[in-house]
């Protein structure tokens, strides 16, 4: 919709400068009734839904606010256009129109309008945000000894009964909570209780329960910026358990917090639905590596699914300039879905666990390859910013958004169901 606006507005500015300039005119009143005219049809396609009214649209809704306003009042005054005709003010104005309409539009072509992937699933999905706050850890990006807290969405089943698994995730570098709402909403229509972290600090932002809002540490951008497992592989070691430590004591702390509370008498609706035997973990890139360590530590957890993310948990140090692998096999069943990562996993040192698994005869270690598809289109960015998804990636998804995302909901219901609820057996691996 943004494009069309500004292919509309380029079409109205060209057709209003070239008809000022065969009448030798400025054409007050007729650029007054262009400016009404435009205001009002915004307001109309906003009332009909053809425009979703959000924060993509203020600043165009007030720029063409401001000209209506000018408008009335050059037709109220009724005064003769006391300025001289001057061809080249005309093609000035009109450029310098269009630049304002592109400004005031450009947050809804980065961030266009868009149908949600539907769930699939039997279930009304409810939401519920919490702020958690972990009494036995230290915040480690503040020095004034405050308790470390992070918000967590739950997403779970409204119109059902009984209990449901626990998936935990766990976002990527600079994400947050909703990176994957399709993938959330999916299960949870499916039955299951969603647990998504907003890692503090290193999330892009999160916004607690108290209003306040922490955005993400320059420290931790300068980290992951100048990480480079090519070149120094002490360093992004360093670097990774940094990361992983916190990562971890996180989704650690979520997963008990919630056991503990579904094993209290009147406890909220979303805990009711927990059951304490079944529980999986799911992340993707940096939260992907988390995940696949909690798989490694935690013995309750059953399944885990890693959304393109090396092993580096498993990483144990050094030597001689390579990585130290953990060398026993992983313990539970995995899931790994790549994008455009999966034709260069032999080369990249912090990926070596990933290549081995590519042709490991473990029965319960499966990879699922998405032709077309970069990094970012494994989260709902890809839906809400294609321009961003291209440009952060730095390549062009040729799969279309929606088809990605579908099949992320799909093998991940798959097998979640296969080793959570033990319906059927999972057997998708290969190219999509």
């Known amino acids: 919709m943004g494009t069309i606006i500004l292919v509309i507005a380029f079409v109205i500015e060209a057709a209003f400068a070239a008809y000022c300039i065969i009448t030798k005119s400025n054409q007050k009143k007729v650029r007054s009734f262009i400016r009404i005219g435009s205001f009002a049809g915004f307001v109309l396609f906003t009332l009909v839904a053809v425009i979703e009214w959000s924060l993509r649209w203020y600043g165009l809704a007030v720029l063409l606010l401001v000209w209506a306003v000018l408008g009335v009042w050059t037709l109220v005054r009724s005064q003769a256009d006391k300025k001289e005709y001057r061809g080249r003010r005309i093609v000035f104005q009109a450029v310098a129109m269009l630049l304002l309409v592109v ?62 698994p626990l998936i935990v995730f766990s976002h990527g570098t600079t994400g947050t909570k909703t990176s994957n709402m399709s993938l959330y909403n999916e299960l949870a229509s499916h039955g299951y209780v969603v647990a998504a972290i907003d890692h503090t600090y290193q999330a892009l932002f999160t916004t607690f329960a108290d209003g306040h809002t922490t955005w993400i540490d320059l420290d931790y951008i300068k980290e992951f910026s100048t990480e480079d497992a090519h070149s120094d592989r002490q360093q992004s070691y360093v670097f990774y358990q940094k990361w992983m430590k916190i990562r971890m004591d996180d989704m650690n702390f979520v997963i008990d917090t919630i056991l503990a509370k579904a094993q209290e008498e009147d406890t909220e609706p979303v805990y009711q639905r927990v059951d304490p035997e079944k529980i999986g973990v799911i992340g993707h890139s940096l939260g992907g590596s988390a995940a696949l360590g909690i798989g490694r530590m935690r013995k309750d957890v059953t399944a885990v ?18 990585f130290v692998w953990n060398e026993k096999p ?16 032999g080369e990249w040192k912090q990926y070596a666990e990933n290549y081995a698994l590519l042709s490991d005869t473990a029965a319960t270690a499966f990879n699922v390859y998405i032709s077309g598809a970069v990094h970012l289109s494994l989260t709902d960015l890809s839906l809400a910013s294609p321009f961003l998804t291209n440009v952060l990636t730095g390549k062009k998804s040729t799969t279309d958004a929606i088809t990605c995302l579908k099949m992320i909901n799909k093998v991940s219901l798959e097998f979640f169901d296969s080793y959570l609820k033990g319906k059927g057996n999972f057997t998708a691996a290969g190219m999509y």
């Open 330 to 345: 992983y313990p539970i069943p995995v899931l790994n879905v790549y994008t455009e990562s999966w034709n260069h996993l």
């Open 103 to 164: 400004i005031a539009v450009i947050p809804a072509v980065i961030f266009p309008q868009y149908q949600a992937v539907e769930a699939t699933g039997e279930y009304q999905v409810a939401t519920v945000t919490y702020t958690y706050t972990d009494t036995n850890r230290i915040e480690t990006y503040t020095s004034n000894g405050e308790n470390r807290k992070f918000n967590v969405e739950l997403w779970y089943p409204q119109n059902a009964n009984g209990t449901y």
């Open 305 to 322: 699914i890693s959304l393109e993310a090396p092993f580096i948990y498993d990483i144990e140090g050094t030597k001689d300039g390579e």
